[in-house]
């Protein structure tokens, strides 16, 4: 299922023509491979709240070769440390190779392992949490983000529309019992104010109060 309409996503997509060659490079890299990738709208939007916020601690669960890493170290500085995990090491070489060639001033940490295990022993609270695991994992990730965000941080979380199929009754595999779980959580707790933007694939933001 389509989330948004092709032509209004291709609108919007032109809109962004202008971003740095180093995105385009990364998203016909992610087509060639077929890796699945923010794409660059929900790569400005990472943009936004990291100047929004003025963000000096980000923390992505799941950050494959760099890329949301990328939106979201766009116009920051050194005061900006954003700390990325992935299980395969080929991809931190190639995010690290990716990240140099960028000239990103933000201090980037690259951690191999599981990504809630790094959130685990992660000291200190961050500004935004990106939430990119395995979909059977998100209310997990969720219960332990929480924790770790400092008020007024937000939690991101993206392909929470999940192709559509958390508004289908009938989808029962895991992954989508996983989302659902997710957005469930998200809208019940009262420590978050949470929205669904129906944007790509849906990204919930979530805003520690």
Not at 142 to 171: H, M
Request: charged share 30%; proline share 3%.
């Amino acid at each position: 299922m389509e989330i948004t309409k092709p032509e209004i996503e291709k609108y919007m997509n032109n809109l962004l023509e202008n971003r740095p060659s180093i995105f385009k490079e990364l998203e016909v890299y992610a087509r060639e491979i077929d890796f699945p990738i923010i794409e660059p709208l929900v790569g400005k939007l990472l943009n936004h709240y990291a100047h929004i916020l003025n963000a000096k601690r980000i923390l992505e669960l799941g950050s494959g070769f760099g890329y949301s890493a990328l939106w979201f170290s766009e116009g920051m500085d050194n005061q900006t440390e954003i700390t990325c995990t992935d299980f395969d090491e080929s991809k931190k070489e190639l995010a690290m190779d990716y990240f140099v060639k960028a000239k990103t001033k933000t201090k980037i940490d690259f951690k191999l392992g599981d990504a809630i295990e790094v959130l685990d022993t992660s000291e200190g609270e961050f500004d935004i949490i990106f939430n990119d695991v395995e979909k059977e994992d998100y209310p997990k990730a969720f219960q332990k983000s929480i924790l770790k965000l400092r008020k007024g941080g937000v939690l991101i979380t993206d392909n929470t529309l999940w192709y559509g199929k958390v508004a289908n009754e009938g989808e029962k595999d895991y992954q989508t019992e996983g989302v659902r779980e997710y957005n469930r959580l998200a809208f019940s707790d009262k420590r978050v104010i949470s929205m669904i933007i129906p944007l790509r694939d849906g990204i919930t933001i979530s805003l520690k109060i």
